[in-house]
């Protein structure tokens, strides 16, 4: 069985993994997300004055809605793993149903989202 998930719902769950499990992907594995930090001010800003929400993970999604990459940088092996939005609505297609299933009825905790952020930056559950 599959499911296909609409852009908006690709986004919606990639940005429920980023709130509840990028901490724990970036301190669990040795990884750090990068951007463009000048890039990033100026979409810090520009939601600031659009009154929009502006936490951290907003800022990420709007970075990637504005065509702008992601890298998941790995310190062990020093590898870049860049992501684009087009990655996030074509990489949560093949995440396995059962995690799948956990995001869709907010079943979901931080075992979800790493998985769900892993497939993603990886195409695969590369770390446990």
Known sequence: M???LTSEESEEYFYNALCNGLGY???GYNLE???NE???RIVANKLKEE???CCYEDIIMELLR???TVNLYDYEFDKDHFIRIEDVHEKLQDIPIEYLMEMITE???ADTADIILQYVFF???IFG
């Open 25 to 27: 992907v970036e301190s």
């Open 123 to 125: 195409g695969d559950i």
């Open 66 to 68: 504005t065509n702008q």
């Open 38 to 40: 000048d890039v990033f």
């Open 107 to 109: 079943n979901d905790d």
């Open 33 to 35: 997300l990068r951007y």
């Open 2 to 4: 599959k499911i296909i």
């Open 51 to 53: 009154g929009r929400q």
